[in-house]
């Protein structure tokens, strides 16, 4: 059982982050509480974030007043529902059970093994901040606390078994082993008398490890032989251009291949990464397959955006037929996205596409559920510039949680049907429209 404390954030980003996982169809609104002047079916990501900023703006000195914390089990060793027990349990122990302290509880479905996403706010009810002091240490005394009461047993594995685990893993050098015990959650630091490394987690000491120990599993020499060479460096490449930064590039990793990331040096500048091989226990250098420099070139959101606007322009003009789920699924392969309501998000940005796009798309749709016949023809060079309120660098980009999905101050009755009575095919935003006027 894993309990890890993820990121805080000023505009509650986890909410838009699970919602997405919803509308995808691999997570699932397990629960919420307190969630006043909402009813859960008008639920959307831009009314629960709001919601978040506007019940924790209750005390003005808390900037980052996200709390988030994924629950997560092996395999299916747990269900959701028992998840979601152990959840409010712990919620309970870190001060965060408070009655009317809102909460929303998401069961992922997007991996092999169950696990919980569960945000709320760090402002009480009453307005004080809840206590953040040493969290991650007294999180982890109430998992074990919550585990053992659970189970009747001990959850925390000795010293030994740990390292045991490590030294099967094929690696040269103590630097190796220490990537090895930091991707699997664990800190390792230098004793600085003896020949020994100090074991932490989540801040508490565990024990240490003989460097001698550690020494005597060491390998002479670990390189990938060609064709594993080739085909990480393939894979290091493709994700890296699917990704917006090396957290998100490792993330990938991690999940699709089971392959950690460990860099070296400072966190905003590092001069090395070390690929620790999970699947396969086996540890190597990164530059065997891409120098530092290399995998840290990541596209800026302009030119990310162009390369995505001029890709669904050539499926356009190749099949001006094609609906928005035929060009979604292109560009979820190449790019990790989507478009929604007429928008593509990445990174945390928003562009809206062009008026004649979105027209033609969803004439397409139309079209293809046997509605109205396809008269409009894709141009893509002939198009006034798109008007954006984003006050970014780049005029077309706005950030993803302040922008509002879908077309806008668009007649949808001249949109549907082109002449057709707007009667007769309604669509949910104008049926919205009509009743509550």
Known sequence: ?????????????????????????????????????????????????????????????????QFHVAVSCKGTEYTHQQLLDIAHRYL????????????????HHDTDNNHIHIITSRVAPDGHKIDHNHEKRRSRAATLKIMEEYTGQRQEPEVNDIAKDALTYRYTSKAQFCAIMESLGYECKDDEEKPMVHLYRNGEELGTIQVQLIMQQAQKENKPDDKRRRQLRAILQKYRNLSANKEELAAHMKRKFGISLVFVGKADTPY??????????????????????????????VTRFAKIEQTIDNLL???????????????????????HRGTIS???????????????????????????????????KIEHPRQSS??????????????????????????????????????DQSQQRRWGR
């Open 92 to 107: 309970k122990e870190m001060g965060y059970a408070e009655e009317g302290q809102p909460l929303l509880v998401y069961a």
């Open 272 to 301: 090395g990464y070390i690929v620790v091989d999970h699947k396969n226990k086996t540890i190597f250098k990164g530059g065997e397959f891409l120098s530092i420099k290399e995998l840290l070139q990541f596209e800026d959101a």
């Open 1 to 65: 059982m894993i309990i890890t404390i993820l990121p805080s954030s000023t505009n509650f980003h986890a909410v838009a982050y699970n919602e997405m996982k919803v509308e995808k169809g691999v997570a699932t609104l397990l629960e919420a509480q307190n969630i006043f002047g909402l009813r859960q079916e008008s639920f959307t990501s831009e009314k629960l974030r709001q919601f978040f900023i506007d019940y924790s703006s209750r005390n003005t000195h808390i900037q980052n007043a």
């Open 346 to 380: 990445w990174n945390g940005e928003t562009i809206t596409l062009r008026e004649s796009v979105v027209r033609q798309l969803h004439d397409n749709y139309l079209e293809s559920r046997g509605i109205v016949k396809h008269v409009s023809t894709h141009h893509p």
């Open 317 to 339: 003009t190749d099949n001006p037929k094609l609906t928005t789920a035929d060009i979604n699924r292109v560009l979820y392969r190449q790019f990790g996205t989507r478009i």
């Open 390 to 427: 984003s006050t970014g660098s780049s005029p077309a980009i706005s950030n993803a949680m302040d922008s509002q999905a879908g077309s806008k101050d668009v007649n949808r009755e001249n949109e549907v049907g082109h002449g057709m009575n707007v009667n007769d095919v309604d669509d």
